[in-house]
């Protein structure tokens, strides 16, 4: 870790402080450029080493030496490799990430269409994971050793174990095929699709705005199973963070000077120890976010959820790379932008990171 | 008996080769107080005897078809059931532990020594050679893990080697944090700079005495790692990225039964069972051997 060069003379306080805040957010948008910088240097990287000739694939392999050597020049590929990647930084950042070769339409036109979906149902699983989550991990905490404390760990352990594909199959077959609690594979059934406008892209919402309460139930009901999915991956996760640092909590002084003055036992727990721990929950919540935004293309697939994750595969097996490329971008983009955002939260709320 | 306990514990041991005896045997002796962890090592016992003999321990070829015996519900003879061209699931489960063995091995022996080479160097020498590999470090733990296999694979084309080296690419960062972590504690310790001072190099020190005192905690770590390795890798078959067919690669087997689901649930569910197991069985093995190797990082109980 550098740290900012301290002021040689002691000058006052408060300058001290503007200084310290200037280098902060300097630090903070220098990381972030970077890491946006060397997400682009492997995009571009992998796009290199993908083993076709990109001039052959536009020329064919029986054109001319001539027109080999022009197209190579229009491409841009008889440049050195720091100008073609400084061009290719340009592109991403004017928002250019080609055309994708499967819907012959520009990536990014693609990508703003496939988003919402994604975006509706890890923000759903993401709130089901925080709302059981971090009670579990309270309570395993509070008792520890006891019977709760061994079921919530073996679902702990269970996230880490259980592939999400599998799960989905498996949810799919009980809950959908054997007890019909929910709606099937895709966002809504097909005789609701596309009857009310698109406004966010996100259906339940779209719903809700048009004021149709059978479409609104119907969205529901195709979001919940896929949406519980994500969630129980994110619950494991959460709380067994929740836990381990209700643990440290719980292990103070303080604590047990609380205790000692008569404080209820759930006034120790809620007031004095989960109280300092909202603060490193943050990040736990915001690096789960992002995991979980990432595990969302296996679920998608096996649930045939039209999201950014169905997109990247059908690319995939296409080898459609500006479509895998362009995908792999926003959804590393946004990991970044999570795991920083999560990262000054942190120094907002937690004083003594300052 | 008695008398090798007794010279296994004791306090002061008279040479090198007796201390070190001590120490595994210390570390075995609490290492089998955890019935989670002895469950683990079991788990994976199991799971390299069957790789070692599936042949012989298969009751049916996993390749060979028999269409007259297409999608049977589990019974006595096929006792997870048989999927669409006839094969004994089983069968394929047993030599698909040889797969996933092959890939968690590959995975670990290219990643753990690129992360560990790369977190030495970078903690011994520090300055900008500590900034610089950081700082990669850093972009690749910060990227999402399965989304940039999934684009190496789309580059390198499909198939369980580029399965391997996709997945390899991208864990070895948390190898790397951890080397340069512990490097740190005992790089200005007396008895590297004693080294130094006998004339060793600096490639002679990193790798005679940073690197293997780097050991158990990587050693650790890519424990805990296996279960995400094996489901990653099971991941890229599902989407028919990794082994390719007629392999029986648990993923890759999941994915053929998905058509089936509502009426042969077995077929796609069995091989998810042998998924889960082996992965949790890693988990076990992982905690525990954090329990005994490092109680530092041991979670609070």
């Known amino acids: 870790m550098a740290a900012p060069t301290p002021p040689i003379s002691e000058g006052p306080r408060a300058r001290h402080r503007a200084w310290d805040g200037g280098t902060a957010v300097l630090r903070f948008a220098t990381v972030t450029a970077l890491t946006f910088l060397g997400l682009l240097a492997i995009t571009f990287f992998i796009g290199r080493i993908v083993p076709i000739d990109p001039v052959v694939a536009v020329v064919g392999d029986r054109a001319s030496q001539e027109v080999y050597l022009a197209t190579r020049e229009a491409l841009g590929l008889d440049r050195p490799l720091l100008v073609q990647f400084a061009i290719y930084v340009r592109d991403v950042v004017t928002g250019d990430l080609g055309t994708s070769l499967t819907t012959g339409r520009p990536v990014v036109e693609d990508l703003k269409r496939f988003f919402p979906a994604t975006f509706e149902m890890a923000t759903l699983g993401i709130l089901i994971g925080v709302s059981l989550g971090v009670p579990m991990g309270v309570t395993a905490a509070a008792r520890a050793g006891s019977w709760i404390d061994q079921v919530i760990r073996v679902l702990g352990l269970l996230g880490y174990a259980v592939p999400a594909f599998w799960m989905g199959l498996v949810a799919l077959a009980v809950f959908y095929a054997g007890l019909g609690w929910v709606g099937g594979p895709g966002r809504i059934d097909i005789f609701y699709d596309g009857v009310v406008p698109t406004v966010t892209g996100l259906l339940t919402v779209d719903a809700l705005i048009a004021g149709d309460w059978q479409i609104f139930r119907n969205a529901v009901s195709h979001l919940v199973l896929p949406s519980a999915i994500l969630g129980f991956f994110s619950l494991a996760y959460i709380a067994r963070m929740t836990r381990s640092f209700m643990l440290d909590q719980l292990g103070q002084e303080f604590v047990t000077t609380a205790r000692v003055k008569g404080v209820s036992p759930r006034a120790v727990i809620w007031k004095h120890a989960f109280y300092p721990i909202r603060v490193q929950l943050v990040t736990v919540i915001g690096l789960s976010y992002a995991v979980l935004l990432e595990g969302s293309v296996m679920v998608e697939i096996v649930f045939s959820w039209p999201g950014i994750g169905n997109y990247l595969t059908t690319a995939l097996l296409r080898a459609d790379m500006n479509a895998v490329l362009g995908a792999t971008i926003l959804i590393g983009t946004v990991f970044i932008v999570i795991n920083r955002l999560s990262d000054v939260l942190y120094r907002v709320f937690d004083p003594r990171s300052r | ?301």
């Open chain 2, 1 to 301: 008996m008695a008398r090798l306990h007794l010279w296994l514990t004791d306090d002061a041991p008279a040479s090198r080769w007796q201390a070190q005896a001590g120490q595994a045997f210390r570390v075995a002796r609490s290492f089998a107080r955890s019935p989670l962890a002895m469950l683990g090592a079991l788990i994976i016992l199991v799971l390299v005897v069957t790789a070692l003999f599936a042949p012989w321990l298969a009751p049916y070829s996993p390749v060979g078809q028999n269409l007259g015996e297409r999608l049977l519900p589990p019974s006595w003879a096929h006792w997870m059931g048989t999927d669409e061209l006839g094969r004994d699931i089983l069968s394929r489960v047993i030599h698909g532990t040889r797969i996933t063995l092959l890939i968690v091995v590959m995975v670990a022996l290219i990643s753990a020594p690129i992360g560990l080479v790369i977190g030495a160097v970078a903690g011994y020498f520090g300055g900008w050679t500590d900034r610089v590999l950081m700082a990669i470090t850093d972009v690749f733990l910060s990227l999402p893990k399965l989304i940039m296999a999934l684009a190496f694979v789309a580059a390198l084309g499909a198939g369980l080697q580029n399965a391997i080296i996709a997945i390899a690419v991208t864990s070895w960062p948390a190898y790397a944090r951890i080397a340069r972590a512990e490097t740190l504690t005992f790089r200005n310790s007396e008895f590297i700079s004693a080294v130094t001072l006998q004339g060793a190099s600096s490639l002679r020190v990193i790798s005679l005495h940073v690197i293997p005192l780097c050991m158990s905690s990587t050693i650790i770590r890519v424990t805990l790692d296996m279960a995400g390795i094996i489901l990653t890798a099971a991941g890229l078959g599902f989407l028919g990225l990794g082994a390719q067919p007629p392999l029986p690669e648990w993923g890759a087997m999941i994915s053929r039964g998905r058509s089936f689901i509502l009426d042969q649930w077995w077929v796609a569910t069995m091989p998810g069972f042998a998924i889960i197991v082996v992965s949790l069985g890693f988990c076990f093995l992982g905690d525990g051997l954090r329990d005994v190797l490092d109680p530092r990082q041991r979670e609070g109980r």
